[in-house]
């Protein structure tokens, strides 16, 4: 309880004062840009090394109970149309490949990050340690 007047400008000066961090659960390293602290040889810090190589499992939030996963990330050798193809056959689900300014982009209706990952790995596309999941 505050009852003075030294206690309440104490507590409007305190509250004032507060530096709250403004930390964002769902951005992208990339876009962090450089780091405040370490080298200054010009590297972009903010980046994790070898975030060019990996594969981005995401998954949206369209309407009420309703998501879609995409997978961003995987080789440009690669048949994406054929991987596509084998997602939709195989977690029963519906699925396109867009083209964005990066690549490719696989969508997949529901939350299938698991099984993205677990194919990903057991059909040798790509290592589990290069595939980042987002999301929830």
């Keep these: 309880?505050?009852?003075?007047?030294f206690q309440i400008n104490f507590y409007f000066c305190f509250m004032s004062n507060l530096q709250?961090?403004?930390?964002d659960a769902f951005e992208d390293a990339a876009d962090r840009g450089p780091a405040t602290a370490g080298p200054s040889d010009g590297e972009n810090l903010g980046a994790l090394?070898?975030?060019?190589?990996?594969?981005?499992?995401r998954v949206q939030q369209r309407n009420g109970r309703k998501c879609i996963t995409t997978v961003q990330g995987l080789a440009d050798d690669l048949d994406i149309?054929?991987?596509?193809k084998a997602f939709k056959k195989n977690f029963s689900c519906n699925g396109a490949v867009q083209k964005d300014e990066e690549g490719p982009v696989v969508q997949l209706s529901g939350d299938q990050r698991t099984n993205v990952r677990d194919f990903?790995?057991?059909q040798e596309?790509?290592?589990g340690d290069s595939i980042v999941l987002h999301g929830f």
């Design 49 to 57: 090394p070898g975030s060019e190589d990996k594969v981005h499992v």
């Design 125 to 127: 596309i790509c290592l």
């Design 120 to 122: 990903l790995v057991d």
């Design 20 to 23: 709250f961090n403004t930390f």
């Design 1 to 5: 309880p505050i009852n003075s007047r």
């Design 81 to 84: 149309k054929r991987i596509c």
